[in-house]
């Protein structure tokens, strides 16, 4: 049997040599459980971070010049369409010209930007473009919707620039071309650009087809890029249009038929003398076939003014005339 000093010894041993297992063993353990240092960058690893660095001041730089270039196209179509405004509400040729040519040059030619048949289609399956992405065609949209609510077909008359060309070419072409329909076929021809409106929604909604427009519009002039079969069209209208004054606009232009059927909700309409039920002065006067009598047909009328400036003339209108007269006669009585 082992004396008690010995067992002393060896729990005093066995203590030693688990201390001495466990100083080896735990530094070990925790130098396992240390992640290893990384190896250093290589250049290659340098040039690949220094190239996603130059990647994000790109975008960032791509991004500001997106949002500056967007606020300049915002700032000058506010421009077009504030200077439209002006002219509608001073009631002048030269100013309406003025508008006309600022038209075709920046939403014609340079922006290519006119409201469409397509825009009609893009609402119908609501495929409208990103508001971040077409501030100034929502600006567009929005004035055109806006503006007709409130006077009429004014983006017809004012901002469309096929319509500008259009309107421009009559005041150049002489007269003596000229071929006014008659009453009753002008009365019938109307009609169809909703024919054209509604075959042309109905033939989107059946196809999914939005290239249809390019041979129901002629907008795309603007681009200067057509096929044959397009400028051959394109040439047909205008010579016709040299005959009959705004041609497309008054029979086939599908966007005039929406705006014309929305201008049935027109807040400040023409005003109107009871004189106007027997006069035909400015039936006679109005370029766009948009007077019957004492009536205003707000669905053709795109707010050209031109009767307006009649109606306010003191020496052509018969209000004015009769008023005058009556004025003198009781002056020479009295």
């Known amino acids: 049997m082992t004396s008690t000093p010995s067992r ?17 063993a735990v530094p070990v353990a925790v130098q396992a459980q240390q992640p290893e240092t990384p190896p250093p960058l290589s250049l290659d690893d340098l040039a690949a971070l220094d190239a996603l660095i130059d ?67 893009g609402a119908l399956r609501a ?24 006077w009429g ?26 071929v006014d329909p008659p009453a009753w076929l002008d009365q019938r021809l109307v009609y169809l650009k909703y024919i054209m409106l509604g075959s042309a929604v109905l033939y989107f909604l059946a196809s999914g087809d939005t290239l249809v427009y390019r041979y129901i519009e002629p907008f795309w002039m603007f681009t200067l890029n057509g096929s044959t079969l397009m400028w051959t069209l394109l ?22 038929a929406g705006l014309g059927l929305l201008s049935n909700l027109t807040v400040f309409k023409i005003k109107r003398w009871g004189e106007c039920s027997t006069c035909k002065l400015c039936e006679k006067t109005c370029e766009w076939g948009a007077i019957d009598g004492p009536k205003i047909l707000v669905s053709e009328c795109v707010r050209c003014d031109d009767c307006e400036r009649l109606y306010a003339d003191e020496d052509k209108c018969p209000h004015w005339l009769i008023k005058k007269h009556v004025v003198a006669r009781a002056a020479k009585v009295g």
Not at 8 to 24: R, S, T, Y
Not at 103 to 120: E, H, Q
Request: charged content about 15%; aromatic content about 12%.
């Open 55 to 121: 990647e994000d001041e790109d975008t960032d730089n791509a991004v500001a010049q997106f949002d500056s270039g967007a606020v300049v196209d915002v700032a000058v179509l506010s421009a077009v369409l504030a200077f439209a405004l002006i002219s509608f509400k001073k009631r002048s040729e030269p100013l309406k010209m003025v508008s006309w040519v600022l038209s075709i040059g920046y939403l014609g030619f340079y922006k290519a930007s006119l409201v469409s048949v397509v825009d009609i289609f």
């Open 127 to 150: 495929s409208l473009p990103a508001f971040q992405d077409g501030q100034a065609y929502y600006l567009l949209i929005a004035f055109t919707l806006a503006s007709t609510v409130l």
């Open 8 to 24: 002393l010894v060896l729990a005093v041993g066995a203590v030693l040599l688990l201390c001495l297992v466990a100083g080896v």
């Open 153 to 178: 077909r004014l983006y017809c008359g004012r901002i469309c620039a096929f319509g500008a060309v259009t309107q421009l070419m009559d005041r150049i072409i002489p007269s003596r071309f000229r």
């Open 235 to 256: 040439t047909v209208l205008l010579l016709a249009t040299v005959f009959v004054r705004n041609l497309y606009c008054r029979y086939l232009c599908s966007v005039g």
